[in-house]
């Protein structure tokens, strides 16, 4: 089962910064958060990733709370390409990836 | 570079017939492989995972099954299909040993049962 609980969509003004939130209270201290986006009918694509530390690359920032217990991801500019489902992610030792049910982000003119 | 192919791209499949997905990855060793199916509207759910030649790990009950005949080369079979074996299928890879890399994933196949 999904370690996450994420709002079922969101939506998100062109231009303006999209928040999206993700609790995940029960991580364990070497799990680490991942954040992927789907668009329709492609596969996942990789957004950005951490394990207590923020985090911040070209597509985003990954703010992650003191505790672990949530996290959110951050597109600062949001474009109608962005428009997508996000899905965060904790991944456990064994190494896979279970997915959720993510956040559907709608980003309007 | 590393790249990850997956073919065909879409496929319709009467009741009954059987199925072969098939699934390569170039330009790394001994990756770790999955399958991933996506129902109409819903999220991904892990199939089949794969740490080495000849190890599955089947993570649902269902009508299908995974082999990997090659360290690059992941398959997704099915004796017969069924109507709700209908789906986004989709194939990936990841670094093995290790939690701090991404999966990496093919465009996917997308298959209608009639």
């Known amino acids: 089962d999904a370690k996450t609980t994420q709002p079922t969509s969101m939506d998100c003004a062109e231009g303006r910064a999209a928040n999206l939130p993700c609790n995940h209270s029960t991580i364990s201290g070497n799990e680490y958060v991942y954040w992927y986006r789907q668009i329709h009918s492609q596969g996942p694509q990789y957004i950005i990733h951490g394990l207590k530390n923020n985090e911040t690359n070209e597509m985003a920032s990954l703010i992650i709370t003191e505790d672990r217990k949530s996290s959110t991801l951050i597109l600062p500019h949001a474009t109608l390409r962005d428009t997508a489902v996000y899905y965060c992610?904790?991944?456990?030792?064994?190494?896979?990836?279970?997915f959720g049910t993510g956040t559907r982000l709608q980003v309007f003119p | 570079s590393q790249t990850i192919h997956q073919w065909p791209a879409t496929l319709v499949q009467p009741v009954g017939s059987p199925l072969s997905l098939e699934c390569t990855v170039e330009g790394t060793s001994n990756p770790n492989l999955y399958w991933y199916r996506q129902a109409a509207g819903r999220g991904l759910q892990l199939l089949f995972y794969s740490v080495g030649i000849g190890q599955i790990s089947s993570e649902v009950p269902q009508n299908l099954s995974a082999s990997r005949p090659q360290d690059r080369q992941f398959i997704l079979s099915s004796k017969k299909l069924l109507l709700s074996d209908s789906g986004f299928y989709l194939c990936?890879?990841?670094?093995?040993?290790?939690?701090?890399?991404?999966?990496?994933f093919g465009q996917g196949t997308r298959l209608t049962v009639v």
């Open positions: 992610i904790v991944r456990p030792n064994t190494d896979k990836l279970i």
């Open positions: 990936a890879w990841s670094v093995p040993g290790t939690v701090n890399t991404e999966a990496f």
